[in-house]
């Protein structure tokens, strides 16, 4: 099992940046790819950026130019620094981490983005 615990969210004004970060404890050399997702009450949850264990990254039209994803495998911790935020950004962010066998999701993060 891993375990993931997101923290860094917050209410911010439109333009503004928050860092979240996300620290896996467990069975984490079994994770390959971690990355962070959004949901809004009402929809379903959005994969908005990914990064492999070496690296490389993939993101979200929505979120491409803005947000920045980012991990530190020495430390099992993986990161989202959003920048220029929008109203529209406002969600519940989750962090997940990928095995061979399944997905482990944290608890979630509240952003608030204020017109």
């Known amino acids: 099992q891993v375990q993931l615990v997101e923290s860094g969210g917050g209410l911010v004004q439109a333009g503004g940046s928050l860092r979240l970060s996300c620290v896996a404890s467990?069975?984490?050399?079994?994770?390959?790819?971690m990355g962070w997702s959004r949901q809004v009450p009402g929809s379903e949850r959005e994969l908005i950026a990914d990064?492999?264990?070496?690296?490389?990254?993939t993101y979200a039209d929505s979120v491409k130019g803005r947000f920045t994803i980012s991990r530190d495998n020495a430390k099992n911790t993986v990161f989202l620094q959003m920048n220029s935020l929008k109203p529209e950004d406002t969600a519940v962010y989750y962090c997940?981490?990928?095995?061979?066998?399944?997905?482990?999701w944290g608890q979630g993060t509240q952003v608030t983005v204020s017109s």
């Open positions: 467990g069975k984490t050399f079994s994770v390959n790819d």
């Open positions: 997940n981490a990928d095995d061979p066998y399944k997905t482990f």
């Open positions: 990064i492999t264990r070496s690296g490389r990254t």
